[in-house]
């Protein structure tokens, strides 16, 4: 019998297996709508910019995706950020600080919480800088201290437009003081942007909170936001537990800083890049954005074509 046990059984076995088990398929081909539990397929997400289509809820995008919709042929030049000291604090709570880095890096295929870039928008040198909810919640720690200088540098340096997308649920805490310090050291870049006479413009995501809001968030020379999105420095659970108050309607949402003077634009995600680079070249007194890449044609150029023109019409005036 130790031939039906080492031969017969494995290879009826190994047929079996063969016959009646299931082709493995990835499990982020969907993705369902944190709004209106739409499942939506990955494909067209991206193609939405993020955006649900049953109900326009604006969900997270990454910083490279967004700068990929937002420059010109979606090219740009990524920016080396100085890099801060790794665990200054030897934080520890349920995890080491370097663990819980490692596994946001693992998580999201970025060194950091902050993309910083630079390239054209409608023809216009522009710097950009983006913050990544998905590692540590866009938490602001030294890295994006050193993200919003090395920015305005080399915004001054181009004599560029510097855009900032929050996105944040405030500073880091396991960099204790040092992520604190991070709000002036913001509002220093800042101020190095507006002295130089350039533009500086921030977009407003969901959610932009802390100590984020209450530093580089809320300095621009426009504010726009993302419709929906959450902007606040305290939350609304947070408040109704201190004031022991139901809150308004939309309290702390986009459409509502609107309406009571904090804010200048909410616009959709699929026309941001239209208006920044509408708004972009009104800040920097440049001509209205052309449609195309060809430059406008010479006098001399139009002459010749005039001529060509009238020689192929049989003008006499050829």
């Known amino acids: 019998m130790n031939w039906i046990n080492d031969y017969v059984r ?55 995706d967004r700068f990929t919709a937002l420059f010109d042929g979606g090219m740009y030049h990524e920016i080396a950020i100085p890099e801060p000291v ?40 522009v710097v950009a800088l983006a913050q990544d909810f998905s590692f540590m919640g866009g938490s602001m720690g030294m890295a994006v201290g050193n993200a919003m200088i090395a920015g305005a540098e080399r915004a001054v340096q181009r004599r560029a437009p510097f855009v900032v997308f929050s996105a944040a649920g405030g500073a880091r805490m396991q960099e204790g003081i040092l992520s604190l310090m991070q709000m002036p050291r913001t509002t220093v870049a800042v101020q190095m942007v507006k002295e130089a006479g350039l533009p500086y413009v921030v977009v407003l995501t969901n959610p932009t909170t802390g100590g984020v809001t209450a530093s580089y968030a809320m300095l621009g020379d426009i504010q726009i936001a993302e419709p929906n999105a959450l902007i606040c420095f305290a939350g609304p659970r947070v408040i109704e537990q201190t004031i022991r108050e139901t809150l308004p309607e939309g309290f702390q949402r986009a459409e509502y800083l609107l309406d009571h003077g904090m804010l200048d634009r909410v616009i959709h995600r699929r026309e941001m890049r239209d208006e920044l680079a509408r708004l972009l070249r009104l800040l920097m007194n440049e001509s209205p954005r052309v449609h195309g890449d060809l430059p406008a044609p010479s006098a001399a150029a139009q002459e010749a074509a005039e001529v060509v023109e009238a020689a192929k019409s049989g003008s006499p005036e050829a």
């Open 10 to 64: 494995p290879r009826i076995n190994s047929l079996n297996t063969l016959f009646t088990s299931k082709r493995e398929m990835p499990d982020n081909l969907w993705r369902k709508c944190d709004e209106c539990g739409t499942m939506l397929f990955h494909r067209e997400l991206a193609e939405a910019l993020n955006v649900c289509p049953s109900c326009q809820h604006h969900m997270h995008i990454s910083p490279r």
């Open 86 to 125: 790794a665990d200054p604090l030897q934080f520890r709570d349920e995890k080491r600080y370097p663990d819980r880095m490692r596994d946001a890096r693992r998580k999201t295929g970025e060194h950091e919480a902050v993309l910083l870039a630079e390239g054209e928008l409608g023809r216009l040198p």
